[in-house]
Each structure stands twice: as C-alpha cells, then as structure tokens.
C-alpha cells in the first residue's frame, strides 16, 4: 500500500519496525518483551473510531517523525 519511498520513510523514523530482522537488533527492548509483542495495525477504521483532536495530534506527530534533518 505504501510506495517505496514511504515505507523506507517509516522504517528510518523507527514507525515499521520488522522484529527478527537483524538490522533491528539494535532496538531497546525490556527483556521478555519480545514473547508480549502484539501488533496492532492501524487502519482506516482505527483512524476514524478517533475523535477529531486525537486524529489531529497523531497526525502531527506522525509528520514530525517523518521530518528528515
């Protein structure tokens, strides 16, 4: 769904992170977190069951971490 360029986007600012990937390896984790992982997708039915300010906010804060130097 998303173009190559956006999931590279994602990847760097840490918002797709592939467990058991080596190149993760350097994630700080709790011990024992990796056996309570459970994701959770976000979707267009997440997104609109939010009130709009929520919505607003994660959008926010969605473009600051997509921000590059």
Do not use: C, H, Y
């Amino acid at each position: 769904m998303l173009s190559d360029a956006g999931r590279a986007a994602l990847i760097r600012s840490r918002l797709i992170v592939r467990f058991g990937d080596p190149e993760e390896a350097d994630l700080d984790m709790p011990d024992g977190a990796a056996s309570i992982l459970r994701l959770i997708p976000l979707s267009a039915a997440l997104l609109a069951a939010t009130d709009r300010q929520k919505k607003a906010l994660f959008t926010e804060r969605w473009r600051a971490n997509l921000r590059t130097e």
